[in-house]
């Protein structure tokens, strides 16, 4: 996840104080964990990775068996449980979960479609005392009920931020920008301030399969490009003023070295101390610091991989599954630098994006460790032209007087 609010304020607070706060990288005790609890959902949505439907699902860990590895998480220094589906608000049990998260000190996030979250839901869900609750939007009503193939999902999701804001609870909006729906971008952001919704988490599209050199002027990528520099306005917009806006990004960690060309553009003598922040942030965490446990128990790198099973919390502790770098992924995952090819081994900002998102690279090429298709940054931006071998580094930009 890229916390792009939180490297905004540093620039603001460097705008007003003269100097940027010295990096101060700390290891997290272990990954965060997204668990889906679930597979059944009341929605069958276009883009749905998990392929929920209104179902039940056989095999599901049931209730001992996930305070049995909630007990193992806690112990292996996971601080964060993002509790997701399927629609988690399905599981009988959820709430009796949650409430064991809660008693054990974890971070716990619910991430749901917000269709079923009535008054008396949303009750139980601010009784609850979730730190963070995510509710998906994919545009405006008539694309976001296209989307959830469901006439009015839109205005009940909707509801229910407003009944979870009237209550208290930190809410999120959660956008997965499509061909289809990037046009709603702006609205939805807008939505978010009026609605006084505390966070706005911007999920890419996997683009893939595009060309190296012109990736800049790329239909596609160029519309990746002006979503990302939208955002990039809002949080500094936000910055600035002192709102209290959390925007973040998932799934493409070349927004890392796009963001410092932004900073180029508009703080140039911030450039350098922000790239060290950036380097700090080190990245693509898929298999180091984020896992997800399925609804079988199966544990993968992260909620992408779930065609890649690294074991299950029946056979082997998650403590034991995660630690083992015999598995040829893992390794890979955890190796320092990753071993990448292509363009992703040339690339100036590997340092900052750690390759970008693997699965992709699977899913196209077979080959995990392939250059990143879904990189938007042309090869003029990340320092490599035609024949380039290894990765190079250009001049460092001047750190200009103020």
Request: include cysteine.
């Amino acid at each position: 996840m890229f916390r792009i609010s939180q490297f905004m304020r540093l620039i603001a607070d460097a705008e007003r104080s003269g100097s940027m706060a010295p990096v101060r990288k700390t290891q997290p005790s272990g990954p965060v964990v997204i668990w889906n609890l679930i597979r059944r959902c009341n929605l069958t949505c276009k883009h749905c990775y998990a392929l929920s439907a209104d179902h039940d699902y056989a095999g599901e860990l049931g209730h001992d068996e996930v305070c049995t590895v909630m007990d193992d998480l806690k112990a292996f220094g996971v601080p964060v449980l993002i509790l997701s589906g399927g629609e988690p608000l399905l599981r009988p049990d959820l709430f009796d979960i949650a409430a064991r998260a809660k008693a054990k000190r974890f971070y716990v996030g619910l991430s749901t479609n917000g269709t079923l979250i009535d008054t008396s839901m949303a009750d139980r869900v601010a009784a609850a005392g979730f730190n963070y609750v995510g509710i998906s939007l994919d545009g405006l009503a008539e694309t976001h009920d296209k989307f959830r193939r469901l006439n009015g999902a839109f205005a009940r999701s909707l509801a229910a931020v407003r009944l979870l804001r009237e209550r208290g609870v930190k809410v999120g909006l959660r956008f997965t920008m499509t061909a289809l729906n990037a046009h709603d971008l702006p609205a939805l952001l807008q939505l978010m301030r009026d609605e006084q919704v505390d966070k706005f988490y911007f999920s890419h599209l996997n683009y893939a399969g595009r060309g190296n050199i012109h990736r800049a002027k790329d239909a596609q990528f160029a519309a990746t490009r002006d979503a990302l520099d939208l955002l990039f306005d809002r949080a500094w917009q936000a910055a600035w003023e002192g709102r209290e806006e959390e925007y973040v990004t998932g799934n493409n960690d070349a927004d890392g070295p796009y963001l410092l060309q932004w900073v180029q553009r508009r703080f140039p003598y911030w450039h350098d101390p922000l790239r060290a922040h950036l380097v700090a942030w080190g990245g693509n965490s898929s298999g180091v610091n984020v896992a997800n446990i399925d609804n079988l128990g199966n544990v993968h790198p992260d909620t992408m991989w779930w065609h890649h099973t690294l074991g299950n919390v029946r056979e082997r502790a998650f403590s034991e599954i995660w630690s083992d770098v015999s598995e040829p992924l893992m390794a890979g995952l955890k190796a320092h630098p990753r071993p990448v090819q292509g363009r992703c081994a040339k690339c100036l900002h590997f340092d900052i994006c750690a390759g970008n998102t693997r699965v992709r690279a699977q899913q196209v090429t077979g080959n995990p460790w392939a250059e990143d298709p879904g990189c938007y940054l042309d090869d003029a931006e990340i320092g490599i032209w035609p024949g380039t071998t290894a990765r190079i580094a250009l001049t460092p930009f001047a750190h200009a007087a103020r």
